[in-house]
């Protein structure tokens, strides 16, 4: 079996070339370019696997994603509030309190 170091590059018959990130008699851990990170025990993946002698692939620089600008619900709830209270007030709907009328309770 291959001794395979951190770092080292290797190609998998099912997964493609990767990057050994973390490597024991028991696990091997190995970061694919087009699969990602997968875990293997070793033993079993060993016949899967041959060193490959190409060049580490640069790293992705991960960009920062701007946070999508969100109203607090308190707003939107305040908005709504106003939106119905304005069209309430321009109906005919409204019930002054001197029209109200005490129900007979017998």
Same mark, same amino acid.
């Given at each position: /079996? ?11 018959? &099912?997964? %493609?070339?990767? #990057?050994? /990130? ?13 699969? %990602?990170? !997968?875990?293997?025990? #070793? #033993? /079993?993946?060993?016949?899967?696997? !041959? ?8 790293? !992705?620089?991960?960009? &920062?994603? &701007? ?34 009328? $005490?129900?007979?309770? $017998?």
């Amino acid at each position: /079996m291959a001794n395979y170091s951190q770092g080292a590059q290797v190609e998998h018959n &099912k997964f %493609g070339l990767g #990057t050994v /990130m973390s490597a024991s008699d028991e696990r091997i851990v190995i970061r694919f370019d087009d699969h %990602g990170e !997968k875990k293997f025990v #070793t #033993t /079993m993946v060993a016949a899967s696997l !041959k060193k490959s002698d190409r060049q580490p692939p640069a790293e !992705k620089r991960g960009g &920062k994603r &701007k946070a999508k600008a969100v109203a607090p619900v308190a707003a939107v709830i305040e908005a709504d509030i106003a939106v119905d209270l304005d069209a309430a007030l321009e109906s005919d709907d409204i019930v002054e309190a001197d029209d109200v009328v $005490e129900p007979d309770v $017998e």
